[in-house]
């Protein structure tokens, strides 16, 4: 397409800028023309990966700070000229897809059992296709430029064949193994579940105390026949397996592998020896489930049990079953786990066995009151699954593993060595920690939907992993085989997201031009679901880590600071601030809030103040339309001899600098405020208003160019408008989205900038002094500058209808100022002396302003007195302080401002 020399009605700007009719259009545009990946098959690389959200799921404002810094990001490398490739795709998610599904049967009065599991599993499939994509439109809406033609998913069938592949090839290494140990079991979902999907929540519950009498009539050396054990669960007691005492605990040291008569079940079991117990915590003495407990799981270890041997007290849905020692009582067997709590303790009070908690209250009249309850109230933190929500019961069985301390190495040293940077650097001991002491990653779950783990089994036990049924067969030769019924976690195949979405693994040009990953942007929250897993397998099977940098930001919050939760009724929904404000508005608030790593806090009002930057920009570009402004035809600034416009096309050079760096530094913060300042400040404020009126050629072939290197340098933070704009001012040889990032090929001239911002700072001086004053903007006064240097005189002597346009000053005389009242206001190396006689009432002026003074400097004490009040700032609701210190910062700036006003007046 060729340049046109002019503007043409059809190109004519609307009157109001209307984000909605521009947004799907050119999003549309975009995608249908193939421009998200334009070819460019010998430019240098730039590859990121998103973080494939749920295919059940819909954009939440996490999602759409998470992308829209990633869109900025691809954005800016693309018009930097790279074969810049954005992998999008979404994850299968197991657990919440076969959950939505599950609903879906259950509202029609059907449910997942009443089908086989092909059926189940094609029923998923249908589901998918006809609303797995509402997460994925709604990416489109946000302006997300991801190559959507090589869209993934992870149960996409190159996929799972690699995820097969890496499931066997770890088998065969040994890194991943089957074993019986205790997972978090999801009684609702009947799963078990990751540690970082169970989450903690303050519950009210009672912590019981109990006598355990010791067996044979061994008595301790204080003559006392038991030992007192205290538990937050009471029904376990029907697994116990042992009572852990501390070895230094003078009151335990005599029984001390004596036995224990558990007064239930009847069943023996020893006092062991073990550091868990604390003599400082309760009696000193722990009871022991190591089936049903994390860390008695520990200490039945170290007690010389194994797995095994370790006593099952649950069945999948909780209830109570028979431990296979047969000594649960019949009664209990089939009770669910909180009745069944409810039932040990009624027991073990009515055997005398339960020492109660004794509450002693004394009345206004002094008389004491002794009441005894069952159990001492407590808040205990307990585990809830994050999908099921129900109560977590740990439960033994046997799951496959990942080595995972093995594979974490490498990706240790990884972060060490600086082969994997991590922005902002304070992750990295967080990062250490968690890789440090990794545990074995439990990696299958007991679902239908998901990838199926490639293990048979033969009558016998045997276990054979490969590939396809066929090897395994082959491996097994004529024996009968069964496939294991359980799938990977998702995480599992999510970890291979930069790679397998790139070809592998085949030995794909995708995959060889694309891997390692530039870059990952990600929510701290998934730093060890998916970051250091992605981390862990890009490096042991592709030999190179997955990406060279690992940006983590923090949270948007709501406006007070609270975490965002459905529960709160504080959840913000980012397709409605697009419907109000459009995505450019939302987008260019999330960058210019976001601060490496910081959470942000949602703030409405901001929102649309980007909004209004954008309506900023686009009156201004149909402002210079209207002057005869019209698309560059130069990549590099034009020749330019007037200080006006040498010193915009300084500030151009200035702002491509600023915005080079903040994007290599990931500073998206700092790159929005680059561009925002320029815009509003610079070009549509400063620039616009000193050339009204004088659009001559030079002008508006300066203005047509710093208009084009505004819509670049704003695109990745606002396409949509940028978009438009750009095809408006004339013709083009391509879309904004492919256009070349700025080169100005100019340096900053010093001599216009000393003499334009001379000239904006003596104009917008003026105008402050005149509003701190209450003269009205328009009226029109007289200057004296009797020490103007040459120089000075110079600048003002040139501009002396701009002056005059824009500080309303008819004359500026260099000559002492006539006696009498002078406002002060200083222009260049000198101060400029402005008669007030006449023009306001010099004493009710500094009445008023004192008046003013001694208010804001009363209201400013006040506050620094709550502030300073220690009570005030602990106590106090968090939003009530906030707004203290920021009254407080207000009052004393005005009272900063009105005293500098009192003294211009002399």
């Known amino acids: ?39 460019r098959p010998d430019a240098q690389p730039f590859t990121i990966v998103n973080p494939p959200p749920n295919v059940t799921g819909s954009l939440h404002i996490g999602h759409a700070l998470d992308n829209t810094l990633q869109d900025i990001v691809i954005r800016h490398e693309r018009l930097k000229g790279k074969d810049a490739l954005w992998v999008v795709g979404t994850d299968h998610a197991g657990i919440a897809t076969q959950m939505v599904v599950e609903r879906q049967m259950e509202a029609r009065q059907d449910k997942r059992t009443n089908h086989s599991r092909e059926d189940f599993v094609a029923k998923v499939w249908e589901w998918k296709a006809e609303s797995g994509g509402t997460i994925t439109r709604q990416l489109r809406r946000l302006g997300c430029s991801m190559d959507w033609s090589r869209e993934q998913f992870t149960m996409d069938p190159h996929f799972t064949g690699a995820v097969v592949k890496v499931f066997v090839e770890l088998h065969k290494q040994g890194l991943i193994y089957r074993d019986k140990r205790l997972v978090n079991w999801d009684p609702k979902l009947k799963t078990a579940i990751s540690d970082l999907e169970v989450e903690t929540r303050e519950v009210k519950g009672g912590f019981w105390h109990f006598k355990y009498p010791l067996a044979d009539g061994v008595t301790r050396d204080d003559g006392l ?54 003599p400082e915590l309760g009696s000193g003495a722990v009871k022991i489930t190591p089936g049903h407990d994390f860390n008695d799981f520990e200490v039945g270890k170290r007690a010389g049990f194994k797995p095994a041997e370790m006593l099952n007290m649950f069945d999948a849905d909780a209830n109570v079953v028979q431990t296979a020692d047969g000594l649960v009582p019949e009664k209990y067997l089939g009770m669910e786990r909180f009745a069944a709590r409810e039932a040990v303790v009624a027991e073990m009070k009515a055997l005398g066995l339960l020492i109660p908690h004794v509450v002693t209250t004394t009345n206004k009249e002094g008389e004491t009151e002794t009441v005894e309850h069952d159990a001492e109230p407590r808040t205990i933190q307990t585990p809830f699954g994050d999908r099921g929500g129900v109560v977590i019961e740990p439960w033994l069985t046997d799951q496959w593993y990942v080595d995972a301390a093995t594979l974490a190495q490498p990706a240790i040293a990884a972060v060490r060595d600086g082969a994997i940077e991590v922005v902002p650097k304070t992750w990295e001991k967080t990062y250490f920690n968690w890789m440090e002491n990794i545990q074995p990653w439990c990696v299958s779950r007991q679902l239908w939907w998901g990838h199926r783990i490639p293990a048979w089994y033969t009558e016998d036990g045997e276990v054979f992993v490969a590939e396809t049924e066929e090897e395994a067969q082959a491996l097994a030769g004529n024996k009968a085989l069964r496939r294991d019924e359980d799938v990977l976690d998702t995480w599992f195949s999510s970890a291979l997201w930069p790679f397998a979405t790139l070809g592998w ?25 998916w970051c250091a897993r992605m981390a862990m397998q890009g490096i042991h099977f592709m030999d190179e880590v997955p990406w060279k940098k690992l940006y983590l930001h923090g949270l948007v919050r709501a406006s007070d600071g609270a975490k965002m939760s459905k529960s709160k009724g504080n959840v913000v929904d980012p397709l409605g ?15 210019a809030m ?182 009205t903007p328009g009226a029109r006064l007289t200057a004296y500058a009797a020490e103007a240097s040459e120089a000075t005189r110079a600048i003002i002597g040139g501009n002396a209808t701009v002056i005059d346009r824009l500080a309303r000053l008819d004359a500026i005389h260099f000559e002492a100022a006539p006696a009498g009242p002078v406002l002060q206001v200083g222009a260049g190396d000198t101060m400029l002396a402005i008669p007030l006689e006449g023009v306001i009432d010099i004493a009710a002026e500094k009445t008023r302003l004192e008046k003013a003074l001694a208010a804001s400097q009363k209201e400013a004490k006040s506050l620094e007195g709550r502030l300073s009040n220690p009570k005030f700032v602990e106590k106090a609701k968090p939003e009530a302080v906030e707004k203290a210190r920021a009254d407080h910062a207000h009052h004393t700036a005005e009272a900063t401002r009105l005293a500098a006003a009192l003294e211009r007046l002399g």
């Open 1 to 39: 397409m060729t340049q046109t020399p002019e503007n043409t009605p059809e190109n004519a700007l609307d009157k109001t800028f209307d984000p909605a009719a521009i947004e799907a259009k050119w999003y549309a545009h975009w995608e249908e023309t193939g421009l998200f990946r334009p070819e």
């Open 594 to 775: 976001e601060s490496q790593g910081r959470d942000i806090k949602m703030d409405d009002k901001r929102v649309e103040g980007y909004r209004n930057f954008a309506t900023k920009l686009w009156n201004a570009a149909r402002f210079c339309q209207s002057n005869g402004v019209v698309a560059s035809t130069s990549f590099a600034a034009p020749a330019a001899t007037s200080a006006v416009n040498r010193w915009i096309i300084g500030e151009v050079v200035e702002t491509v600098a600023e915005l080079d760096k903040a994007m290599a530094d990931l500073r998206f913060d700092a790159a929005a405020n680059a561009i925002y300042h320029f815009v509003w400040d610079n070009f549509c404020d400063w620039y616009i208003e000193l050339v009204k009126g004088n659009f001559d050629a030079e002008t508006q072939a300066v203005a047509g160019w710093v208009l084009d290197q505004i819509l670049v340098m704003l695109h990745p933070f606002m396409p949509f408008v940028t978009e438009e704009l750009w095809s408006k001012m004339g013709a083009r040889e391509a879309e904004l989205i492919v256009a070349k990032w700025p080169e100005p090929q100019a340096a900053v001239d010093a001599a216009a900038k000393a003499e334009v911002e001379g000239l904006i700072a003596l104009i917008g001086n003026l105008r402050a002094a005149k509003a701190e004053l209450g003269i």
């Open 577 to 591: 601030l697009i419907d109000q404000y459009g995505a450019d508005a939302l987008r260019f608030f999330m960058a």
């Open 505 to 529: 693994p085949e030995k794909t040009d995708l995959l060889a031009k694309h891997y390692p990953n530039d870059l990952l942007i990600s929510g701290f929250d998934i730093l060890f679901f």
């Open 225 to 278: 026949d038991y030992i007192e054990v205290a538990t937050t669960r009471p029904e376990t007691m029907l697994a116990d397996m042992a009572v852990a005492v501390n070895a230094e605990d003078a009151r335990y040291t005599s029984v001390i592998g004596k036995e224990i008569l558990q007064p239930i079940t009847g069943r023996r079991f020893k006092i062991v020896a073990d550091e868990h117990a604390d």
